[in-house]
């Protein structure tokens, strides 16, 4: 059973930063892709950001690109994602996902988290 915690989430002001982390336990994820994704209230679900095993590849949404930063630490099976200059606009619930597949730019993943929520005050 694969199991994925997600913590760091809060209130924050606009401009401000934030560093969500995953941790992921229940089997190894040797060689297996982890990311990000994001709900926000009456919207779906949207990618974020991912990286790969070795850490040496990441993605990320166009509107993250240059404000977010996502890192993995692969002893401690961890996933983070770094969140400057924050706006109000990305106020969401965000998920950790891991395995699966990146294509076209886009992540797939196979497992998901509970969800941590974010929230940006303007």
């Known amino acids: 059973q694969v199991h994925l915690v997600e913590s760091g989430g809060g209130l924050v002001q606009a401009g401000g930063s934030l560093r969500l982390s995953c941790a992921a336990s229940g089997r190894t994820f040797n060689g297996y892709v982890m990311g990000w994704f994001r709900q926000a209230p009456g919207k779906e679900r949207e990618f974020v950001a991912a990286i790969n095993w070795s850490g040496t590849s990441t993605y990320y949404a166009e509107s993250v690109k240059g404000r977010f930063a996502v890192s993995r630490d692969k002893a401690k099976n961890t996933v983070y994602l770094q969140l400057n200059s924050l706006k109000p606009e990305d106020t969401a619930v965000y998920y950790c996902?891991?395995?699966?597949?990146?294509?076209?730019?886009?992540?797939?993943?196979?497992?998901w988290g509970q969800g941590a929520q974010v929230t940006v005050s303007s």
């Open positions: 996902a891991a395995d699966g597949e990146v294509e076209g730019g886009t992540y797939y993943p196979d497992y």
